[in-house]
Nanobody
């Protein structure tokens, strides 16, 4: 069982930066592929970024490539999402999620992820 707790959300002006953190419980954190999703009002939840157990493999939504960076610190059981050059369209609730496998598969599918955090709100003002 893995419990996930997100933090770091808030209100920021367009062009600004935020760093989200996701703290995981459990001693098997390093064996889980991790992902960040987001859900904007009246929209479906979508994958933002994913990272394999070793951090060697990452995936990003086209809309955030070059602006967002996902990383992980297995010693601290934490995965991060560094968000730069934020835009109003990045406004959403951001969720951390974990797969029950190390390499990650079907990143865009919510059903590939067994564990979810409760989310943290990110609001970007224009």
């Amino acid at each position: 069982q893995v419990q996930l707790v997100e933090s770091g959300g808030g209100l920021v002006q367009a062009g600004g930066s935020l760093r989200l953190s996701c703290a995981a419980s459990g001693r098997t954190f390093s064996s889980h592929a991790m992902g960040w999703f987001r859900q904007a009002p009246r929209k479906e939840r979508e994958l933002v970024a994913g990272i394999s157990w070793s951090g060697a493999s990452t995936v990003y939504a086209d809309s955030v490539k070059g602006r967002f960076t996902i990383s992980r610190d297995d010693a601290k059981n934490t995965v991060f999402l560094q968000m730069n050059s934020l835009k109003p369209e990045d406004t959403a609730v951001y969720y951390c999620a974990a797969q029950n496998r190390p390499f990650g598969t079907r990143w865009s599918s919510e059903t590939s992820f067994a564990y979810w955090g409760q989310g943290t709100q990110v609001t970007v003002s224009s």
